[in-house]
Each structure stands twice: as structure tokens, then as C-alpha cells.
């Protein structure tokens, strides 16, 4: 075994884990936890945190993701209610994972160790399909390299199983050429993982406003987690790691970014706008949704099977107000998550056509539940 494949625990001594015992294949550090322990993180390959105290779970998370983006597991007590909002108000990037463990069924954290250590020896890990909806992007192309770029470091720097999928919604300018091109290169580079492209290229013969990239994701992609994200360079990848860290735990089917309260360069028209749409969707939304349309969303494998037949390719940008009122209907757990964004010049959506159409199918929808 390689030494220096090491595991680094942060501990209060609260509980009864004997970790000479549990590590026994890897070297290992114990290091008491502190407010003010110094952290080194040399030649580790993933942190285990045993601290009962929040607070404290929270403090340190934070603090190793201001240098590092090692996966982080995090042990609760079976017997204490489950308290995943850490994996919210943790900030930067890197695998996070929450357990609870039995005192009688330690071992499962060896497992949970190799499976983040040596991914591709885990059956368990869950594959990840990045969804990029593109139309037209020729003149902003470089925006979308730039996102691709950021979103490729996640399989050079964390170990997830990951695979990047534009699909290109009718456009009729060098588009569909240009993610050719970067498929190939791209390819030729990184290679295939299980069985898969690390990117792939899907052409829609008309343009769907939208809706038909999501079904055609749906239809086409088998993967367990499905992140649908506008592609040119609006989000963090920060918050793309963060919704598959909270569909990872299962607590949620559906994460709805929203960029009401975060959208740097916004319009004041768009402000207005985005504030009028929520008070109308407010009734046909799920409970403690108020944004439908931020263009960044998670769903796990479940509920894209449960919502498929149900979403029209007719729908347009509505498609997600469509998406989560079904998902409401259905009762799916649904999480409403403030992600960063940054509103990008030549933006293809039509204030006034979008928005006539978008009623039209509110009104639809209101009166189909009605």
C-alpha cells in the first residue's frame, strides 16, 4: 500500500471510535481539535472529522476548504437527529459526506474511506451528468470555454465521476462546430470513464426555447445525478458541487438554485420581473420554493424517472416552472438553494415574447390543478 496514502482525523475524543482498528491499511494522524489548531495537509488523502459540537464541524470544514479541496467525511451518531444543513453553510469546494455510524457496524467507515480514496474500486459512486442547454453561442463562446474549463478541474482536482453534456438546442450559427471540435480534443485527452465520454455533443433539430434539451437529457443520459446548468459561465462551480454533496446525502430530490438575492449586473428590469413571477408561482410551487426560473437545478435518478412523461418540449423556458410543479404534485422533496451568478451580456431571452408565453403557461398550469 502507498504510504503516502494517509488519512488525517480531527477529533474531540466524544466518542468511542478506535481508529487503529477501523484505518488499519492506511498510516493515519489524530489531531485533538481545538478553535485554534493549525491544520497540515500534506500528503493527506482524506479528512475524517469525529466532533459532536456543530459549531465546531462547521469551523473546521470552512477552515480546510480555505486551502483544500480533500474530501471531508463527517461521523454523527446514529441515534441523534440527522442535521444536514452543514452541507450548506460549508463554502468552497471538494466532497463532503455525512454518516452515521452504529457502534456495532464501524467497519462501514474503512469502506466509505476506500471508496473515496480509490473511486474506481467503489461500485457505489454515483455517476454525474452536467448538463449544458447551448443555443446560438458563437459570438460568446469564449464564456462557455471558460465554464467548461472551470468545470473540468473537477475531475483533474476531486474524485467524482463526471461527465459534461452540452446539448445543442436548433442553433443555426457554428455552435454545433465548435463543441464538435471540443469533444474531440477533450476526448483525446482525458479519455473514457466507465464506458462514458468525459464530453459529449447533442444536436436537437429545432430550437425548444429550452424544454426540449431537459427531455432530451432525461430521455438520453443515464446517470444518477442530473445538474442542468445555463452554459455561459453565470455560476460557480462551488455551487455545482454543493447541490451534488446534498443529492449525494438523499435528503432531496430536486435543488433549485436561485439568483434573486445573488445576481451581480442585473438589470433593474429583470429585478422587477424576477419579482412579479414569484408572486404569481407562488401557489403552483412546492412549499419554500419562490424561484422556478434561475437556470441552474439538481435532480437525482428517482425523480427524473417520476417527472419525464410529464414535462411538454412545448413549455419552452417555462419548462421549469412545468419541472416543479410536477415535482409538487408528486410530492418530491424539493430544496431551494441560493447559488452565485453573474448575469452575461447577450442574453437570448425576450423580455416580452418570453414572458407572454411564459403566462400562457402558467395560466395552463393553474388551471390544469384547478
Known sequence: ???????????????????????????????????????????????IVDLVKYSDILNICNKIRLSSKLPIIIIENIEYPVDDSILLKTKGMGILKIIQIKDENKSVLYEIIQGVIEPHMDISVKKIAIILPIYNEEKRFSNVLEYYKSLKKILEEINLNISIYFINDGSNDKTKDFISELANIENQELGIINNTPFISGKNLKINTRKAGTYIEAMKEIDSDIYIFSDSDNSFLVEDIIKMVNILSKGYYDIIAGTKDKTAEKRHISRRILSFIKRILTKPILPKGIYDSQTGLKGLNKLSVQYLLPSLSATSGLAIDLELLNNAKQKKIRVLQLPVNCVDRDGSHVNIIKDSIHFLKILIKIFFKIK
Do not use: A, C, G, T
Not at 480531527?10 to 493515519?28: A, V
Open 1 to 47: 500500500m502507498n504510504k503516502k496514502e494517509k488519512v488525517y482525523v480531527i477529533y474531540d475524543k466524544q466518542r468511542n471510535m478506535n481508529y487503529d482498528e477501523i484505518i488499519f491499511f492506511h498510516d493515519k494522524e489524530l489531531i485533538e481539535y481545538s478553535n485554534d489548531i493549525d491544520i497540515v495537509l500534506k500528503n493527506i488523502n482524506v479528512i
